[in-house]
């Protein structure tokens, strides 16, 4: 159940809110009327700090891609501890994860830690300022990118302030944030060509890049279209604009990441999977671009700096998570994300709901919505929709199932088939409580 006024959940918000403004330091944790507070974790079960066990899709938003613990990420981490956690000098740790990468994402010649995605993001756009003398950037409606500013844009537009889908409004997202922010950023719908190819022409010549993500995480993890990819990439290099793909959540999807389905991006972000679970980013792309990275010839384009970037714990975590996410336990994730989005959909079918699980490969999303969704505005929830989804999680998080505030999830290789039916039996139980309006407020 969710905890009471009186559980140590409740007592530890309250004591939190003392010291912290909102009691917390990352908002995406944070459920009213106060969040559950983790005790402990292993495999695919999570512990609340009141004893209660849930089984977690939500995996640090898709970052462990095993679950908790995993054996190999706890030893080769172990092992880091007592060599020494971060040092003003580099380690063998960056070369390793470094070759990895290089190796398995066929577009990343070379590469370059961060200590997050949101700072990746920020490098990547920096370098394609740096590598093409152009300031302005161009990103999807909706799409989150991390905190950077520029990629903050139009994050949280809504139906009050959208504006008109052939000309969107750049609303900027975090109050404060300077009219230049806006001026130069150029927002255009996801998975629209004609509408992309509308909004970027005027602006091809001041572009420096264009960040998509192949999968849309906030649509409800959906592909990307093939031919909108095509042309995205065309556009780009008639116009000398760099294309980044963002690739942290969408890396989990295929081996060589959701790229592998389209044309090479110059520049990728990635980010979660790739640190198992320790904090971590990165920038990878083509040597020619990455070049402005390089410190060895004097003051580079690009001076890229941070205290804990490639610190060789988050690099051991992340060669270990990663070696073990070989291409059998990729198709194996995908394969059961399939399963399970599938069987979703007919759960709502046979009880008469609207709604649907969108998503691509192990990453999933349940709305109450039977159209087809391609961008932010087809996805976007009704009021009671929104209503709807929040029943629907509450009474997921009641029943024993962890999945995110707007009811995504994903698989880990440590979740078992019987996990996956423990959880479909609650689908069928919770849409039902939220269909007969029995759900917990
Ligand atoms: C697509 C995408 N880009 C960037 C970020 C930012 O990454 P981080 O939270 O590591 O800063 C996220 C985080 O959820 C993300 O999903």
Redesign the pocket.
């Known amino acids: 159940m969710y905890p009471d006024k009186n559980s140590t959940s409740a007592k530890l918000f309250e004591r939190a809110c003392q010291f912290m403004p909102g009691g917390n330091s990352r908002i995406a944790v944070y459920q009213a009327p106060y969040p559950i507070f983790i005790a402990e974790a292993k495999g695919a079960r999570v512990k609340d700090v009141d004893g209660v066990e849930r089984t977690d899709f939500i995996n640090n938003?898709s970052a462990l891609v095993h679950g908790h613990c995993f054996a190999p990420i706890v030893d080769a981490v172990s092992k880091q501890l007592h060599l020494g956690v971060s040092f003003s000098g580099p380690t063998q740790a960056e070369i390793e994860l470094g070759q990895y990468m290089t190796g398995r994402v066929s577009s990343v010649e070379r590469i370059r830690f961060t200590n997050?995605?949101?700072?990746?993001?920020m490098f990547a756009i920096k370098a394609a300022r740096a590598y093409t003398g152009r300031y302005k950037i161009a990103k999807c409606e909706g799409?989150?990118?991390?905190?950077y500013d520029f990629v903050e844009i139009s994050r949280g537009s809504g139906p009050a302030t959208w504006g008109p889908r052939e000309n969107p409004e750049k609303v900027p997202y975090t109050k404060g944030t300077p009219p230049t922010v806006s001026e130069n950023t150029v927002v255009f719908p996801y998975n629209d060509v004609a509408l992309a190819e509308a909004l970027l022409t005027p602006e091809a010549a001041n572009l420096a890049a264009i960040i998509v993500?192949p999968v849309s995480?906030r649509t409800g993890m959906i592909p990307g279209r093939a031919a909108f990819f095509d042309f995205l990439r065309r556009f780009s290099q008639q116009h000398g604009i760099l294309l980044i793909y963002?690739e942290?959540?969408?890396f989990r999807v295929g081996f060589g990441g959701a790229q592998e389905r389209f044309p090479a991006p110059d520049l990728s972000?990635f980010?979660?999977v790739i640190g198992g679970g320790f904090?971590?980013?990165a920038v990878g792309g083509s040597k020619d671009v990455m070049e402005v990275f390089d410190q060895t010839k004097g003051s580079p384009a690009v001076p890229h700096t941070g205290t804990f970037n490639a610190n060789p714990v988050s690099m051991v975590a992340g060669l270990a998570a990663l070696t073990a996410f070989d291409q059998g336990q990729v198709a194996m994730l995908n394969q059961r994300g399939a399963a399970i989005r599938g069987e979703i959909g007919k759960i709502f079918a046979e009880l008469g709901i609207e709604g649907q699980a969108s998503g691509t490969g192990s990453l999933f999303r349940i709305h109450f919505r039977n159209n087809e969704l391609t961008d932010h505005r087809s996805a976007y929830p009704t009021k009671p929709q929104e209503a709807a989804v929040q029943s629907l999680q509450r009474e997921y998080t009641n029943r024993g199932i962890m999945v995110s505030a707007n009811c995504s999830g994903n698989v880990s290789t440590a979740i078992t088939e019987a996990d996956i039916d423990q959880f479909l039996t609650t689908t069928r139980a919770a849409l039902k409580a939220v269909q007969d309006g029995r759900a917990a407020g």
């Open positions: 938003q997050s995605g949101s700072e990746a993001v799409a989150y990118h991390g905190s993500e995480n963002d942290i959540i969408s972000t980010g979660k904090p971590v980013g």
